[in-house]
């Protein structure tokens, strides 16, 4: 399947490199709850309504970051000539760039916020960038397979 325009490229295969990292970042999120990292989400998998909160949170997930990787998925079309490397390599460099600038901003709060509270649990968000780690570098991988395919 070939897609001409490269912005409906980008559209649709940032959209569907999203819903792939959505489940990548639904996975995340399980494990570090089941680890203790978040105990909200803890308790709430030890609930009744454990599989309620897990469809729930997966629905979610794939609404919110398929849209929001349609929207990267254009800025990718856009971006394609300016970022350095060839087909899948490009766009984990994309993937690591985004990462890189999208939560520059939210692991410097959580650092900060865990010098001036004392509260550890700051500092553990600071370094894991809150699942974010595990997303970005899965879409830009499934992005440039999906790309290059439909190119």
């Known amino acids: 399947m070939k897609i001409e325009n490269a912005k409906m490229r980008g559209f ?3 959209l ?28 709430l998998l030890a609930s009744e309504r454990a599989i309620e909160f897990i469809l729930y949170q997966l629905i979610y997930e794939l609404g919110q970051v398929g849209i929001s990787g ?36 939210w692991s410097s709060y959580n650092f900060l916020l865990g010098l001036l509270t004392g509260i550890e649990k700051f500092f553990w968000y ?8 595990y997303f970005w570098p899965v879409y830009g991988i499934f992005l440039g397979i999906f790309y290059e395919r439909w190119k």
């Open 70 to 105: 349609a929207v990267f998925g254009i800025f990718y079309s856009m971006f394609y000539e300016a970022i350095p490397g060839k087909g899948v390599k490009k766009s984990f460099i994309f993937g690591l760039i985004i990462l890189l600038f999208s939560n520059l901003w």
């Open 12 to 14: 649709y295969t940032g």
């Open 126 to 133: 600071s370094i894991l960038w809150t699942g974010a780690v």
């Open 16 to 43: 569907f490199a999203g819903f792939i990292g959505a489940i990548a970042v639904h996975i995340s999120l399980m494990v570090s709850a089941m680890s203790g990292f978040h105990p909200d989400y803890a308790a």
